[in-house]
């Protein structure tokens, strides 16, 4: 399976983040970016019905121009942390009237992440292999 490199905002509606593990995130920076390390998902391989593997890939996904960021994650009794879902409302324009920006809400496993954004980047840095899970733990 081929995917292409780079993912935007563009591409949210055909996006899910269900399952994909964070292994990083860095905080917003002086450059207001808000960046995870995931594994996603592309796509579910069915064989007769049931689910035989998933095609994923290690990911950048890159949030832009955040405000109004929060975390509330309790990592306490895991070491790992996977996203449930990705929400974005809101729609406006922002302040200069020059970008579109949303409120994002990052619903993980273990609490939740929201913050305002003109949108993300989503970079794949190796394309998808069958996998038996959906957590590639290429880290360790």
Same mark, same amino acid.
């Given at each position: 399976?081929?995917?292409?490199?780079?993912?935007?905002?563009?591409?949210?509606?055909?996006?899910?983040?269900?399952?994909?593990?964070?292994?990083?995130?860095?905080?917003?920076?002086?450059?207001?970016?808000?960046?995870?390390?995931?594994?996603?998902?592309?796509?579910?391989e069915r064989s007769s019905g049931s689910i035989v593997g998933f095609w994923v890939s290690p990911c950048d996904l890159i949030f832009k121009?955040?405000?109004?960021?929060?975390? $509330?994650?309790?990592?306490?009794?895991?070491?790992?942390? @996977?996203? /449930?879902?990705?929400?974005?409302?809101?729609? =406006?324009?922002? &302040?200069?009237?020059?970008?579109?920006?949303?409120?994002? $809400?990052?619903?993980?496993?273990?609490?939740?992440?929201? @913050?305002? /954004?003109?949108?993300?980047?989503?970079?794949? =840095?190796?394309? &998808?292999?069958?996998?038996?899970?959906?957590?590639?733990?290429?880290?360790?």
């Amino acid at each position: 399976m081929k995917v292409q490199e780079i993912w935007t905002s563009l591409d949210f509606e055909v996006m899910g983040w269900h399952d994909s593990r964070i292994y990083s995130i860095t905080l917003p920076d002086e450059n207001f970016q808000l960046a995870f390390d995931i594994d996603y998902t592309f796509k579910w391989e069915r064989s007769s019905g049931s689910i035989v593997g998933f095609w994923v890939s290690p990911c950048d996904l890159i949030f832009k121009n955040i405000s109004h960021f929060k975390m $509330e994650v309790d990592y306490s009794d895991t070491n790992l942390l @996977f996203i /449930s879902d990705i929400r974005r409302r809101n729609e =406006r324009l922002t &302040p200069n009237r020059k970008f579109t920006q949303w409120d994002y $809400e990052i619903e993980c496993d273990a609490g939740l992440i929201t @913050f305002s /954004s003109i949108g993300f980047e989503q970079k794949v =840095r190796k394309q &998808p292999v069958l996998s038996e899970s959906q957590d590639l733990d290429i880290h360790r």
